[in-house]
């Protein structure tokens, strides 16, 4: 079962999908990084590429395992 993020703004446009957890965002403009729920975060470097980088939530840095 794939998750459903519940948000007040219509999506309009092009899309990203988190494919870690399948959360659906607008897709990332070059100057706004996406801040996924599950911790990823997803970058666009322009022309679509996109860069993942894992931030831990609050209390999660620093943990091992």
Same mark, same amino acid.
């Given at each position: 079962? #794939? #998750?459903?993020?519940?948000?007040?703004?219509?999506?309009?446009?092009?899309?990203?999908? @988190?494919?870690? +957890?399948?959360?659906?965002? #607008?897709?990332?403009?070059?100057?706004?990084?996406?801040? @996924?729920? +599950?911790?990823?975060?997803?970058?666009?470097?322009?022309?679509?590429?996109?860069?993942?980088?894992?931030?831990?939530?609050?209390?999660? #840095?620093?943990?091992?395992?």
């Amino acid at each position: 079962m #794939a #998750a459903v993020t519940y948000t007040s703004q219509t999506l309009r446009g092009p899309t990203f999908t @988190c494919p870690r +957890c399948g959360r659906v965002y #607008a897709f990332p403009s070059v100057d706004k990084p996406i801040r @996924c729920e +599950c911790g990823w975060w997803y970058t666009n470097l322009g022309h679509g590429h996109i860069v993942d980088t894992f931030h831990p939530r609050i209390g999660g #840095a620093g943990k091992n395992g």
